[in-house]
């Protein structure tokens, strides 16, 4: 009886030391499945979406969900849109659509400051442009039998002005190692909503006739915005009188402030555009031609930002 008491005894020690094992396992599998979904940024993506929904709820924004983890592009370029919002219409809108193209980007916290300065030689037709953004904008049905939308854009004078130089400075915090590589990741997330904003606009101009027109209406706007987390930046120091000689500004003439977020124009390369545009078009064409505004947010601007009317904003 004895033998059998301890047959039984050590059997379950070793049931027992089986379900330990297997408990730390799952424990490992879970706190690796944590990490990886951290690192990656899926939390902060769906998180801005849930924030979004619930100012929406709230009545504090018109910004919809259209869709989440879109398949876009042709061979070679395929990207995945993070998000898609639609802005719902007014009645005196009925006739326009409004989408905001998301791009979600959680940085490592030790490179988690984004600086942002301005061009000081910002310049269309004779005359400075120092607060004016350019958004994609399509006109279905109006365009060429190659190209039946026509792609035009919309322009507007911001309060904040508009930054084009952009960089990464480190923290105090300790990293995780996310993008920890060569490339930017302000360049990255540039790239990124671009080939989004192309690949979703190509899209909707390959939908079936009614469908299109519906997505559309009589002209539609495609806001390019970055979501991340982190810190936001800005100064208004004159590059331009930095020394000849030396290259350097005068020692104490930078001044960087926090902001929620800003307007970001990018001179982009022609072929992230969705569309050839009018050669006869009365305008500027290097700015015409290569500059998009992308909106660039904080965790700390969502509310602000989403609160925006674009269809008023970009409103003729």
């Keep these: 009886m004895c033998v059998a008491f301890s047959l039984f ?6 049931e027992k030391a089986m379900e330990e094992k297997e408990e730390r396992m799952n424990g490992n599998v879970s706190a690796d499945l944590e990490k990886i979904l951290n690192i990656h940024g899926f939390g ?3 998180s801005v979406i849930k924030t979004a929904r619930d100012l929406y709820d709230q009545q504090k924004c018109g910004w919809l969900l259209e869709a989440s983890e879109i398949p876009v592009g042709n061979p070679g370029e395929q990207t995945h849109i993070d998000f898609v919002f639609e802005l719902t219409a007014k009645s005196w809108d009925e006739n326009r659509k409004a989408y905001l193209i998301g791009e979600c980007k959680r940085v490592d916290p030790a490179k988690a400051n984004w600086l942002f ?11 400075r442009i120092d607060s004016l953004i350019q958004i994609e904008s399509i006109i279905p049905n109006l365009g060429s039998a190659v190209n039946p939308a026509r792609a035009m854009t919309r322009t507007t004078h911001v309060q904040r002005g508009t930054f084009e130089l952009g960089f990464e400075s480190k923290t105090d915090a300790k990293g995780d190692g996310i993008g920890s590589h060569d490339r930017s990741p302000i360049n990255q997330a540039l790239g990124q909503v671009f080939r989004a904003q192309k690949g979703f606009i190509g899209y909707l101009d390959r939908l079936r006739h009614d469908l299109r027109n519906d997505k559309l209406r ?3 706007v495609f806001v390019p915005a970055i979501f991340t987390t982190a810190k936001l930046y800005t100064s208004n120091t004159q590059l331009d009188l930095a020394d000849t ?3 350097k500004l005068p020692s104490g003439s930078v001044e960087a402030v926090q902001v929620p977020w800003l307007w970001y ?18 305008r500027d064409s290097y700015f015409g031609d290569f500059t998009r505004s992308v909106a660039i947010v904080s965790s700390s601007g969502l509310e602000e930002f989403m609160k925006i009317d674009f269809l008023e904003l970009l409103r003729w």
């Design 117 to 127: 300065v301005k061009n000081p030689r910002k310049i269309m037709y004779g005359t």
């Design 218 to 220: 009589k002209e539609a």
């Design 265 to 282: 124009n990018h001179n982009r390369f022609l072929d992230a555009s969705p569309f050839i545009r009018d050669a006869d078009k009365d």
């Design 245 to 247: 000689a030396t290259g």
């Design 44 to 46: 902060f993506q769906y």
């Design 9 to 14: 005894f050590e059997g379950g020690l070793v």
